[in-house]
């Protein structure tokens, strides 16, 4: 390993774990302080009293989690929180686990117990390393001070190369109090052997994926959270206008493609968009950027894209060919590869025929006008689709930040995001997480507006952030989608478990929310009819502080286009009755290749055999 070394000076390891972090750029930290890691905010304490590194005290640890998480997603940067060692460390686990899931860069700093004490249940002693061992990229525990610097460098070149994830560094008391001679290490100057992302493409599946795509008639892009993580954005864009490509996106890919453009379908998947989920079923070509074929996405699996062949770009060789095996995989940063594979389009003197897609893009528009996103209205209450539309009209260019339920898939369908506005947890989908990943993102992006959607229930599940807020006067503005129920578990129930409404019901216990904010010394505001909705976002956005908003919604509506589990995207429920969906013929088997072949075909076009 090869290390960019300054002046040496005599420290302790709490000192040198805060001065690496300052010198990987880390302004802000969220964290919650206890026993075992006090000797790091003793020197946390100096280091904030000199400038430059600002602590935020969270409530709970959940919330410092959480924090790192949304000012990762916000700005690609490494996210940072602390947590003592035992019931600290634990608390952090869901966070963790959310990161893990959905690629989010962040380094994690646990206190433990001395050393001599590791193995002896001492006092506040858990293994945090080993529990969570299978929701990080990597971890160390510090064993003497001298590697301190060392670690911190890897830690954040490992969580923020390849596919991003989160890293654990836990440091046992005594090394955070042990003096030494430290010598500080300076980003950029690690090389772990062993440890090398493929960065560029093969540039034969590069000219292979090139072929496919002038080949197909009816294709379709489908992009995820990889394409943000890499920053692809621009290289996306450039991708469909070129090829005349429709783009559709994961949950974590929102952001990625002006929703506003005309080549845009919106989300698919279990609650997508019924065009993006028709045309996925119905492509020739699928090209899967930055995508992992969740299920949520897929569906029924064997039936996701049956007609189609598939070009899978991805920078984690674990996830091309996992879920679905691909024609053209192509292992490498999406950014790299889309560049190349561009510019070797441009250099081939590729020349697009502006009509080949042509019948295709008229098809989905047709789909489009017959199968609309639609907002009810009712004479009696408001829908929960009509308040995300008045903040999408008010606040376009917020950054948005979700908890997870119906009011995450309608902000999901209504919402158009820019490049990082979308901060919502899709992998582990977790309650909670909205208010915590809103405080982290304000935090980095300063005076841009960010807005918490929120549920009933979601906000309960962290509501004591609201202290953190308080303390900060953090500009949050936080929408709750209040229908009194856990309504993603009350739809479920009503459609799969013959409307046995178990513990779902909110209402018997539901805090004063308005009450509750201003307990915090922060904005309450209720909205409880159409008439006061337009005022009300308006009102929460002009307070300079930060506010909540308890919005009062119909009680039963449910989140549709629905994919139910096991089915196929094609069998979408709640679209509009007057529409039928289009049955699509059987595809069969050629005997002889294995080919796939509409019913419709006598013989088949890739051997010729009669079927």
């Known amino acids: 390993m090869q290390l960019q070394r300054v002046a040496v000076k005599r420290a302790s390891g709490g000192f040198a774990l ?93 206190g433990q117990v001395a050393r001599g004490a590791i193995g002896t249940d001492a006092f506040q002693e858990t293994d945090i390393y080993g529990i969570t061992l299978p929701i990080v990229k990597h971890s160390y525990v510090v064993r003497d001070p001298r590697d301190m610097a060392r670690i911190v460098a890897e830690a954040f070149y490992i969580a923020s190369t390849g596919r991003p994830g989160p890293v654990l560094i836990d440091v046992p008391k005594d090394v955070a109090l042990e003096e030494f001679d430290y010598e500080p290490i300076e980003p950029g100057s690690v090389k772990l052997p ?31 959270g990889g394409a943000i993580a890499a920053n692809a954005h621009a290289e996306v864009q450039e991708l469909a206008e070129r090829f005349n490509l429709p783009v559709t996106t994961t949950l974590m890919g929102i952001g990625v493609f002006d929703e506003h453009h005309p080549l845009a379908v919106g989300m698919l998947g279990m609650h997508g968009t019924a065009y993006a989920n028709f045309a996925v079923m119905e492509c020739d070509l699928l090209i899967a950027v930055g995508a992992r074929f969740d299920d949520r996405v897929t569906g029924k699996l064997d039936e996701f894209a049956s007609r189609a062949k598939v070009i899978h770009i991805d920078v984690d060789p674990a996830e091309v060919g ?62 929960p689709q009509e308040v995300i539309v008045e903040l999408a009209t008010q606040a376009p260019h917020a950054y948005y930040t979700t908890d997870v339920g119906q009011h995450q898939m309608w902000a999901a369908q209504f919402l158009k995001n820019g490049p990082r506005r979308w901060i919502s947890s899709a992998g582990l989908g977790t309650m909670g997480f909205g208010v ?85 010394g922060l904005k309450g505001i209720v909205i409880r009819s159409r008439d006061e909705l337009a005022a009300g976002i308006a009102e ?3 307070h300079d502080g930060p506010v909540v908003v308890d919005v009062r919604v119909r009680r039963d509506e449910n989140c549709y286009p629905m994919v139910a589990p096991g089915k196929s995207n094609a069998q ?40």
Not at 452 to 469: I, K, R, Y
């Open 322 to 383: 996992k879920n679905r095996t691909p024609e053209v995989p192509i292992v490498g940063d999406v950014k790299n590869v889309l560049q190349e594979l561009l510019k070797r389009s441009t250099e081939d003197g590729d020349v697009v025929d502006p009509n080949r897609n042509a019948a295709w893009l008229k098809r989905i528009d047709r789909w489009r006008e017959e199968y609309p996103l639609e907002v009810p209205h009712y004479a009696d209450s408001l829908s």
């Open 572 to 611: 979408m429920v709640g679209l509009p009755e007057h529409k039928k969906l289009e049955k699509l013929p059987e595809v069969l088997q050629c005997s002889h290749c294995g080919a796939k072949n509409m019913s419709t075909n006598k013989f088949c076009p890739e051997c010729g055999t009669k079927l």
């Open 540 to 542: 929460m956005l002009a």
């Open 436 to 520: 915590p990943a809103a405080m982290g993102a304000k935090m980095a992006v300063g005076d841009e507006q960010v807005i918490c959607v929120s549920g009933d229930a979601s906000f309960q599940m962290n509501l004591q952030e609201l202290g953190t807020l308080s303390q900060y006067n953090i500009k949050v503005k936080t929408v709750i989608i209040n229908n009194g129920w856990q309504g993603m578990v009350r739809q479920w129930q009503q459609a799969f478990y013959g409307e046995r409404y178990s513990s779902s019901n909110m209402q018997s216990g539901m805090p004063d929310i308005p009450k509750l904010t201003e307990a915090y």
């Open 18 to 110: 805060i001065d690496s972090l300052k010198r990987h750029g880390v302004k802000h930290i969220f964290g919650y302080p206890g026993g075992a890691i006090l000797p790091i905010y003793d020197e946390l304490y100096k280091a904030e009293a000199e400038g430059g590194i600002q602590h935020i005290l969270v409530r709970h640890e959940q919330g410092a989690a959480h924090a790192a998480d949304g000012y990762a997603r916000a700005t690609g940067q490494v996210g940072v929180c602390f947590g003592t060692s035992g019931p600290g460390a634990t608390n952090l686990v869901t966070g963790i686990a959310t990161a893990h899931m959905d690629s989010i860069p962040m380094v994690i700093i646990t």
């Open 194 to 224: 062993g440890y090398r992302p493929t960065v560029k493409g093969n540039p034969r599946q590069i000219a292979n994926a090139l072929k496919l795509i002038h080949e197909s008639t009816q294709p379709l892009l489908y992009v995820g």
